[in-house]
């Protein structure tokens, strides 16, 4: 009389069954496991299983949503930093033509033929065509503006993040949509991976041994689509760049824009869930403020402590919060009197024209400031005296 297991409830042949009647025994069993497993066949790339019921050995293949414990938010599995649109420390606006301008953190934009553009953050305000990502790259032309120039939103991987991909396969991947009056022939976006073999180059201004591994078109519409391409790059890669650009057409509409976000290039076969760089937004700031640090945007914004050392020079210390990439450039507002030092609640500089930076680990910085008025050998707080002046620290690429 044949047996069941403990666990499964699977019919196991006894000694005298398989003496009778082998053949049927054997495939008794062997039915009762194929029923009890048929749940784990199936199932393709980058799925999992999930259960499906409470009942033992219910299961279902299933694609895990973004957000999904094991899925996303991995440190370090994007190489595009700041790819979900989240930091924006130059504005939230910012108008571009012809010369190279970095909007959203890391990102920069241009127009060929130097038509007035504008890249803003938008709000997606959809979570069913695209995963929880609150923010967009509103990329176009400016209402009005004739140039038909190529339109380009890029960003440039240094080297020191490029040579761990040189001879992988890599997948780029992100969601896209088209403003009413965008004006791409066919509603084209191009995508672009681009490789060099130089050091820290600039893709928009060209790579040394440029290469283009990934060159395609993917067809805009007015919904969320997510995009992707894979290819293998070179084993002599040292630095990478990422752009879409579109090909506009006649006089921009009020609405001749793409909107993007999501971007993640991975080393992998296919696309997977967004990930930011960082995996946190405190996180990602920090892998933003590498390249640049708006340091004092505000009207009365602390700057630091000033050692006086002649009635017009003064020397301040700041400790930014993060190390820079490499010794940053200053960059200020000089046209008033924009910063101001206090000693005893009296204001003995407020028309500091010039800085300087010195530095020797990209984090503690020394500025010097030129002004009026000082009292040598007295210390001081120094501060931003008016709300258009700022202090920009830049090692961009």
Not at 159 to 185: C, D, E, M
Not at 299 to 328: C, E, H, K, W
Request: net charge negative; hydrophobic share 35%.
């Amino acid at each position: 009389m044949a047996t069941t297991t403990p666990n499964f409830g699977w019919s196991v042949p006894t000694s005298s069954d398989l003496v009778k009647n082998g053949a049927t025994a054997i495939e008794t069993l062997g039915d009762s496991i194929d029923a009890s497993l048929v749940d784990l066949k199936g199932g393709t790339t980058g799925q999992v299983l999930a259960k499906t019921t409470g009942t033992d050995m219910d299961f279902t293949w299933t694609t895990p949503s973004a957000g999904s414990s094991g899925s996303s938010y991995v440190a370090g599995k994007n190489f595009i930093i700041n790819g979900g649109m989240d930091i924006w420390q130059r504005g939230t606006s910012i108008a571009f033509t012809s010369t190279r301008v970095y909007t959203t953190d890391r990102f920069q934009a241009l127009q060929a033929s130097g038509g007035n553009c504008t890249v803003s953050r938008q709000a997606t305000g959809d979570t069913t065509n695209l995963p929880n990502i609150q923010y967009a790259a509103r990329v176009g032309r400016d209402s009005g503006t004739t140039q038909t120039g190529a339109v380009y939103f890029a960003q440039t991987i240094e080297t020191i993040n490029s040579i761990p991909l040189a001879g992988q396969t890599v997948t780029v991947s992100f969601y896209a949509r088209k403003g009413a009056n965008f004006s791409a022939t066919s509603d084209i976006l191009n995508l672009v991976v681009a490789t060099g073999t130089g050091t820290n180059e600039n893709i928009l201004a060209g790579f040394t041994g440029s290469a283009t591994p990934i060159s395609t078109t993917k067809t805009l519409t007015a919904t969320w689509q997510k995009f992707s391409a894979s290819a293998t790059l070179a084993s002599t890669t040292t630095e990478i760049g990422f752009y879409v650009y579109y090909n506009p057409t006649g006089t921009a509409g009020a609405a001749d824009y793409l909107e993007i976000t999501g971007v993640q290039l991975e080393e992998a076969a296919s696309a997977s869930d967004f990930s930011r760089a960082g995996g946190t937004i405190a996180l990602e700031l920090a892998a933003c403020q590498r390249y640049f640090i708006a340091y004092a945007e505000t009207s009365n914004d602390f700057i630091g402590m000033a050692s006086i050392y002649s009635a017009s020079q003064a020397i301040v210390g700041i400790s930014l919060p993060v190390s820079m990439r490499t010794r940053p450039t200053l960059a200020q507002n000089t046209a008033g009197s924009y910063y101001a030092i206090t000693r005893t609640s009296t204001a003995t500089g407020s028309s500091f024209s010039t800085a300087i930076i010195d530095t020797n680990n990209f984090q503690n910085v020394q500025v010097y400031f030129s002004g009026s008025g000082m009292t040598e050998g007295f210390a001081g707080y120094c501060y931003l005296n008016n709300t258009t002046g700022y202090l920009w620290f830049i090692a961009e690429l």
